[in-house]
């Protein structure tokens, strides 16, 4: 059996066609290329279809609340930076309910990569608007159309200093898997947008539009140009696949921390001494 | 009531109360028993705050309503004291300060002292407090050393200049205050040399330390904020990862995130911060995720009494978060109790998978406590994470109730959690059964959890008659007035593990005749508990809600009205 598998048969809550199997399959890939064993990863999931994954790939997992892969990730990598770490849930998941989570974790740099499955509309309640769901777009609650401007998940992590900021389309599982490995092998935050098309809810922004509507940036792209890549992550005439931002040397929230300045040990493997606390209140 | 001497300090924020009530009590220390408490309002500079040292030859730990000697450090504060003052009372301050129709009606005693004046022959005004702190200790005629010494340590990092001015300002207080001709009956001991004055925060904070805690994740809100500051200040040498969370969800969350990757975790806050965290405290209760969160409460609802006192979050935690699932709340009352059982909440937290709460208040929290020599035991930082094997399901059924807990990467297994209601493996699962078996299993735990219920304290005579209940920080000033009564028959009970009840707790109110319970709220909600629970309906309420504790006055009038 490889890496991730499992050995028993799954009942996938996924729709047949969903872009989230190709992901899925993108991500097991770039685990396995980099030979990380199942047992020091940790995915950190919330709610949504995207949120999950980790019920389909073989390994520790945290399955949280909505809106909230993202502190829980970056406490289990704190705790013990020895584990690869890997939040994961969909754009309502992660940029709506997750909002603050999302704005100051890139603030902290913690050294995860950060899975935004992002299909414009949410799933698991059924159709209603995301906040990257387009203007116009017609939903059982935005009934005449969507009025709030689209989140641009990209320009707002260019700008608020994120060090690797990706975007990926399912539909190119190849390409998908070269993201993800880039992001996982980056020392900091590394968020990794994936567009797919959501096959039951939104008959918009098919595989055919996201098809229609990417280009991969060009091989001589310079990723550490923090303005060109914010402006083409402005750009959404056509969207940039591919790594639009890395910025590297920076230090990520684990390495910051002063109880690792010296000492990498995780916090988890060290011992407290009794005798220093009693000390501690002879002090007094 | 015990005999003891008030001394109250009132002055404005920015004033450096807080500073002066830290070296007064060290000092005092040396001599007598000593308690402080202050009272602050929601501002950074102005308004009045006061300070309150009640000194006395015998254990004391409550807040004593009428000023004994009031200390006025500016001329706003006196009208808000006018019912704290009686002839016995001697004011001291400028004269400028001093409403003279007050002081009449009052019948108080005025008595100049103007600090500035005496601060600024030192060298300068700003040193007007250690003027203060002079005088005091001159009234009280403690050691000049036991002056000096928290100055110097106080200063340390001034110039040689500074730390001698202060010790010439303390001296020209020390000997006016020494001179100054009194009646204090008060006895010096030498018992409570080998104690130590600390907050209710310090104990919160002490006793994580002494629990294990090396994380720490928390957004600051009054009055719990200060257990975050402790830790972050010791953190350094303790190896605590101190992360101020963008808001109270993302704490909670990383709080368990951190115990999930195996760390012993915390989070501080008070009401309205916590009403924020409930559904990680749900999530806590269906991941059977350790979590220890300390909650000191203020009044609300809503914003409230940002910085007053408050026992009514009770109901809040004990029903918080959606679905049904066990829990743990621990209330302190002394400042042993708060070290003891936050050290012990890590402890029941990880071995039983459960959220435990250390609920106490703003009152406990910003008071200044002696503590006797505490001897620490080791046997709280045991920890109850197993190492996985392949086969390892993180939710195995067993005959306890209890799955034994793996982290990742620490074995062979894989550590899986959902939020999801879920199988043994941890996976997600909409079957009937197994959804029952799940909920049995975690609801089970109660069971263990009361096998190991902490006692109450119980003060007084064993075959009393007539028993008073309480919990929280109303412990010092209800015992002090049971120790001091003449009612012989009457005992105090002080429940330390609020949620869940055990039965025991019936047999102590079945034994006597009458039982009051003393509660800062206004709807007596542990009363409220006892009769759910135990089916014991506690007649006589004595409840206080305007955002200030007990005083001792008060509770001797309403034993003598109750009883």
């Known amino acids: ?284 | 009531m015990l005999q003891s001497l008030t001394f109250v300090l009132s002055g404005q924020a920015g004033q450096g109360l807080a500073t002066i009530e830290k070296l007064l009590s060290q000092a005092i220390k040396n001599d007598y028993y000593v308690f402080s408490t202050q009272e602050v309002m929601s501002r950074v500079r102005g308004g009045n705050n006061t300070v309150e040292i009640r000194v006395s030859s015998q254990p004391v730990d409550a807040y004593k309503h009428t000023i004994d000697m009031l200390f006025l450090l500016n001329d706003h504060s006196f009208y808000r004291l006018h019912d704290r003052i009686n002839e016995d009372t001697v004011i001291f301050g400028e004269r400028a300060f001093i409403d003279e129709d007050v002081l009449e009606k009052a019948g108080s005693r005025f008595s100049e002292l103007k600090l500035n004046d005496l601060a600024s022959e030192a060298g300068s005004v700003l040193y007007s407090n250690t003027v203060l702190f002079g005088f005091i200790s001159g009234l009280l005629d403690l050691d000049t050393e036991a002056g000096e010494a928290p100055i110097r340590k106080k200063f340390q990092s001034k110039s040689e200049k500074i730390i001698e001015n202060n010790i010439n300002a303390f001296h020209k207080g020390y000997q006016l205050g020494k001179a100054y001709e009194r009646k204090i009956s008060i006895e010096k001991t030498d018992i409570i040399r080998d104690h130590r004055i600390i907050s209710g925060t310090e104990a919160i904070g002490i006793g994580a330390l002494a629990g294990g805690v090396n994380y720490i994740a928390s957004y600051p809100m009054s009055p719990g904020t200060g257990v975050l500051q402790y830790l972050a200040q010791k953190g350094n040498d303790f190896d605590v990862i101190v992360e101020q969370a963008e808001d109270e969800i993302a704490a909670i969350n990383m709080s368990i995130g951190a115990w999930y990757a195996g760390a012993r975790s915390l989070v501080t806050t008070s009401g309205g911060g916590f009403a924020l965290m409930e559904e990680g405290v749900s999530l806590a209760g269906i991941t059977e995720s350790p979590s220890v969160i300390h909650i000191a409460q203020r009044p609300g609802p809503g914003t409230g009494l940002p910085t007053r006192t408050e026992q009514a979050d009770l109901n809040l935690v004990v029903y918080s978060g959606h679905g049904e699932f066990p829990r743990i709340v621990l209330a302190p009352g002394s400042v042993e109790d708060g070290v003891l059982l936050t050290q012990k909440a890590f402890y029941l937290a990880d071995k039983y998978q459960v959220p435990v709460f250390v609920l106490t208040d703003q009152y406990y929290v910003d008071s200044n406590f002696s503590i006797p020599p505490l001897e620490l035991s080791e046997k709280y930082l045991e920890s109850f994470i197993v190492e996985t094997t392949p086969d390892y399901l993180r939710y195995k059924v067993t005959d306890n109730g209890l799955s034994p807990r793996g982290i990742p990467g620490f074995g062979q297994g894989l550590v899986k959690v959902d939020s999801d209601e879920h199988d043994e493996r941890g996976s997600i699962t909409e079957d009937f059964n197994v959804r029952v078996t799940m909920n049995d299993k975690r609801l089970s735990k109660e069971d263990r959890i009361l096998e190991e219920y902490i006692e109450p304290e119980l003060i007084g005579p064993k075959d009393y008659k007539k028993l008073i209940i309480s919990w929280g920080s109303t412990y010092g000033v209800l015992k002090e007035a049971v120790q001091s009564t003449d009612q012989k028959d009457l005992a105090y009970l002080h429940i330390k593990e609020v949620f869940p009840l055990h039965t025991m707790i019936r047999d102590y109110i079945d034994q006597a005749d009458s039982v009051a319970i003393f509660e800062i709220n206004a709807t007596s909600q542990l009363a409220n508990l006892i009769k759910l629970h135990l089916d014991r309906d506690i007649q006589n309420r004595i409840v206080k809600y305007n955002g200030t504790p007990f005083s001792i006055e008060e509770i001797d009038a309403k034993i003598k009205e109750v009883f």
């Open chain 1, 1 to 284: 059996m490889k890496p991730y598998e499992f050995d028993y048969e799954l009942d996938i809550a996924w729709c047949p066609g969903c872009g989230n199997f190709q992901i899925r399959n993108s991500i097991v890939n770039a685990l396995r290329e980099l030979e990380i064993d199942p047992t020091n990863l940790v995915l950190s999931s919330g709610i949504g279809q995207a949120a999950k994954m980790p019920q389909y790939i073989n390994t520790n997992y945290f399955n949280g609340l909505h809106g909230r892969g993202m502190p829980v990730a970056v406490a289990v990598k704190s705790a013990n930076p020895e584990l690869t770490v890997i939040a994961e849930g969909g754009d309502g998941d992660m940029y709506g309910e997750g909002g603050n989570h999302f704005i100051h974790n890139i603030r902290r740099n913690p050294n995860i990569v950060h899975i935004v499955h992002n299909n414009m509309v949410y799933g698991l309640t059924k159709g209603q608007a995301s906040p990257t769901s387009q203007l116009d777009f017609i939903t059982p609650v935005q009934v005449n159309g969507v009025r709030n401007k689209p989140f641009n998940p990209l320009a707002v992590a260019i700008s608020l200093g994120a060090t690797f900021v990706a975007r990926a389309f399912s539909g190119d599982p190849e390409q998908t898997t070269k993201i993800i490995k880039q992001a996982i092998e980056h020392d900091g935050y590394a968020l990794v947008d994936i567009f797919h098309p959501c096959v039951t809810f939104n008959k918009i922004n098919n595989f055919k539009w996201f098809k229609d509507n990417t280009y991969y940036l060009d091989e001589d792209y310079d990723r550490s140009n923090v303005k060109q890549a914010l402006d083409k992550a402005l750009d959404i005439e056509k969207y940039a696949l591919g790594v639009l931002y890395q910025k590297e040397g920076d230090a990520s929230f684990e390495n910051q921390l002063h109880v690792y300045e010296e000492d990498k040990t995780p916090i988890i493997k060290r011992t407290r001494n009794i005798k220093d606390v009693q000390a501690l209140l002879k002090a007094f």
